[in-house]
């Protein structure tokens, strides 16, 4: 009879580990849960504890106890969302969720939104037969320290990053022509939606390199970096212009990381959303009905963040393996040029 590695979970990943697998320091002499599961149909071995320090090497996700029992890891990737609580955001960790990933989500200042889209990305999880830890973090991204104690928590919380996906962003408090808009509103957009993205994308890619460096393998193909910009990167509209600039300049971190971490194994990708029903473009909505009725787009709906979540999570399950710098449109067509 073949009897398959027995199953550990463990909430943080291996990250102390040698390019031959073997371990650099002892694990924290903590007692780890174990249930042993043996090829026999409908049997299982009764649960048992080992005590970390037992571990004695690491290869792969398989590890090797002093007792020269082999254990696999469980280790689910992990993804950080900024923005994560409504919207787009929201609708991002769910698909997320459902496909194993444990998640970060970053909220900017509505924590019960945080919460409980926390708790629906575990239930959801659930649902797809998936385990998941869903922990939120309050952080603003257009401040340096902030940024750091995203990272930071990332870090304490599960010890590996396998995607980042920069999605906060703001509009402008109020809709204004370009030759009325204020310095102020100008300066808060690119803080927030081109200052802020730009570097914790630095910040992180840092991190992922070094865990590259120090033989943390990815769970699921390549590490990942996702910017969610806007239609509005090339699309004028004079009623707001700062928010169409920052959009601009956001588009051009999608390549320029891309072509710095390829040499790395880190795959850099935009997903461009165009009209999608959130709190964003609610106030919009009667002259965006009108819009897409009279052909807007040639997909005749309004997009929702599912749909943006979608696209985020192919990218995710590493369909696109031999694709970096690619802006992937989530618009309904809106970028067609048609006769």
Known sequence: MCVPPHTLEFRRALTDVDEYGCLKKRFEQATIAVLRR???????????????????????????????????????????????????????????????????????????????????????????????????????????????KLIDHTKKAFGRLDLLVNNAGVAPNARADILEATEESFDR???????????????????????????????????????????????????????????????????????????????VYEIRPGVIATDMTRPVKDKYDKLIAEGLTPIQRWGTPEDVGRAVAAIARDMLPFSTGEVINVDGGFHLRRL
């Open 38 to 148: 043996f090829a026999c149909p409908g049997r299982n071995a009764p649960g048992c504890s080992i005590l970390a320090g037992e571990i004695t090497h690491a290869v792969g996700k398989y590890l090797l106890f002093k007792r020269r029992e082999i254990y696999s890891v469980r280790v689910n990737p992990v993804a950080l969302i900024t923005g994560a609580s409504r919207g787009i955001g929201r609708g991002i960790a769910l698909e997320l969720a459902k496909i194993g990933y444990d998640l970060i989500l970053n909220f900017a200042s509505n924590a019960a939104a945080a919460r409980q889209t926390a708790a629906d990305c575990v239930a959801q999880a659930k649902e797809a037969g998936q385990k998941i830890q869903a922990e939120i973090f309050q952080a603003d991204v257009a401040s340096a320290a902030d940024r750091l």
């Open 189 to 267: 957009l690119i803080a927030v939606n081109v200052k802020g993205p730009y570097f914790l994308t630095q910040l992180a890619a840092r991190w992922m390199i070094e865990q590259r460096r120090t033989g943390v393998p990815p769970v699921s193909g390549t590490l990942k970096i996702i910017t969610v910009s806007s239609i509005s990167a090339y699309t004028a509209s004079t009623n707001r212009g700062d928010y169409c600039v920052s959009k601009a300049a956001l588009a051009m971190l999608t390549p320029l990381f891309a072509a710095r971490l390829a040499e790395h194994g880190i795959n």
